[in-house]
């Protein structure tokens, strides 16, 4: 716990599961060797009525042991990155469609900023261990018809224009977030970002993500596109995970909270992208049992 804080294919193979401390169950999938079937979506359009990006700096060795390939940290200033998003989305519908007909929900995830190689090419991005919901449909849908499994969670939102309380937990009872903090004018002096600017734009260039697809083994990808992308630094005053507070997975000292973003009243667009797919191999990191 952590309070008070200042400062995508050929053929598929099947995965192994670790049990961890807290309880919970990290699926361990083989090597990612190349592209498949992609889980097709209509364009999906809405609103970000409010995002909270609560992220840690993090040791890259120990979240090397939790990536499943090919997937590698994308480190700043020697850290790896990860951390909480917390999205509250309005008006969601198929691009076209008029706004009445979208719904709403409170959701969380889980994230990993992540890089590895693509046709000759470095990629970045985040992979998205999990997802949690507050809406059914997203809940049944998720993995079936839209990138990443879903799981169902309850939220307790307390807000005003300066001020956010959000506490998420999951209806398995395996997932607890609580971010509690306040509009800032500042990143942490503590923070490996420079300026809110350089943190803005490092969590711009990761609107590619990649989680677990389910059944169907692999990854599915979706990619956030933001009509204006606009960022203001937060204050966190209480950040609590029951992923990065688990110490069989993050020993102590390896994960510190670095910052916290607020976005507001963003206008975007979900855009499914190619899955991954996956082909047995040995991990390419030692698991403890």
Same mark, same amino acid.
């Given at each position: 716990?952590?309070?008070?804080?200042?400062?995508?294919?050929?053929?598929?193979?099947?995965?192994?599961?670790?049990?961890?401390?807290?309880?919970?169950?990290?699926?361990?999938?083989?090597?990612?060797?190349?592209?498949?079937?992609?889980?097709?979506?209509?364009?999906?359009?809405?609103?970000?009525?409010?995002?909270?990006?609560?992220?840690?700096?993090?040791?890259?060795?120990?979240?090397?042991?939790?990536?499943?390939?090919?997937?590698?940290?994308?480190?700043?200033?020697?850290?790896?990155?990860?951390?909480?998003?917390?999205?509250?989305?309005?008006?969601?519908?198929?691009?076209?469609?008029?706004?009445?007909?979208?719904?709403?929900?409170?959701?969380?995830?889980?994230?990993?900023?992540?890089?590895?190689?693509?046709?000759?090419?470095?990629?970045?991005?985040?992979?998205?261990?999990?997802?949690?919901?507050?809406?059914?449909?997203?809940?049944? *849908? =998720?993995g079936r018809i839209f990138p990443g499994v879903h799981n169902?969670?309850? +939220? @307790?939102?307390? /807000?005003?224009? #300066?001020?956010?309380?959000?506490?998420?937990?999951?209806?398995?009872?395996?997932?607890?977030?609580?971010?509690?903090?306040?509009?800032?004018?500042?990143?942490?002096?503590n923070s490996v970002f420079a300026s809110v600017a350089e943190?803005?734009?490092?969590?711009? *260039? =990761?609107?590619?993500?990649?989680?677990?697809?389910?059944?169907?083994?692999? +990854? @599915?990808?979706? /990619?956030?596109? #933001?009509?204006?992308?606009?960022?203001?630094?937060?204050?966190?005053?209480?950040?609590?995970?029951?992923?990065?507070?688990?110490?069989?997975?993050?020993?102590?000292?390896?994960?510190?909270?670095?910052?916290?973003?607020l976005m507001r009243e963003i206008e975007h667009e979900w855009?499914?992208?190619?899955?991954?797919?996956?082909?047995?191999?040995?991990?390419?990191?030692?698991?403890?049992?």
């Amino acid at each position: 716990m952590l309070n008070n804080v200042t400062g995508p294919g050929r053929e598929t193979t099947e995965g192994h599961s670790v049990k961890l401390g807290s309880g919970s169950t990290v699926t361990i999938l083989p090597k990612v060797l190349a592209k498949a079937s992609t889980v097709r979506i209509p364009t999906i359009r809405g609103t970000i009525d409010r995002r909270i990006l609560a992220n840690f700096r993090v040791d890259p060795q120990v979240l090397a042991k939790i990536l499943p390939a090919p997937f590698r940290p994308q480190t700043v200033a020697g850290f790896g990155i990860a951390g909480i998003c917390l999205i509250r989305l309005k008006h969601i519908r198929p691009k076209n469609f008029p706004a009445f007909l979208g719904i709403s929900s409170e959701n969380a995830a889980h994230r990993i900023a992540v890089e590895w190689d693509a046709d000759g090419e470095l990629r970045s991005g985040v992979y998205i261990p999990r997802r949690d919901t507050s809406s059914v449909l997203n809940a049944w *849908a =998720g993995g079936r018809i839209f990138p990443g499994v879903h799981n169902r969670a309850r +939220f @307790d939102v307390h /807000e005003t224009e #300066t001020a956010f309380r959000i506490e998420m937990n999951s209806l398995d009872r395996s997932a607890r977030v609580l971010v509690d903090g306040q509009i800032a004018t500042s990143l942490p002096r503590n923070s490996v970002f420079a300026s809110v600017a350089e943190t803005s734009q490092f969590f711009a *260039a =990761g609107s590619l993500g990649y989680s677990p697809a389910g059944e169907k083994r692999g +990854f @599915d990808g979706l /990619e956030l596109r #933001t009509f204006d992308w606009r960022v203001e630094p937060l204050q966190v005053t209480s950040v609590e995970s029951s992923f990065f507070d688990d110490r069989d997975v993050f020993p102590q000292g390896t994960v510190e909270f670095d910052n916290a973003l607020l976005m507001r009243e963003i206008e975007h667009e979900w855009h499914s992208r190619e899955s991954l797919c996956c082909v047995q191999e040995q991990r390419r990191a030692n698991v403890a049992n």
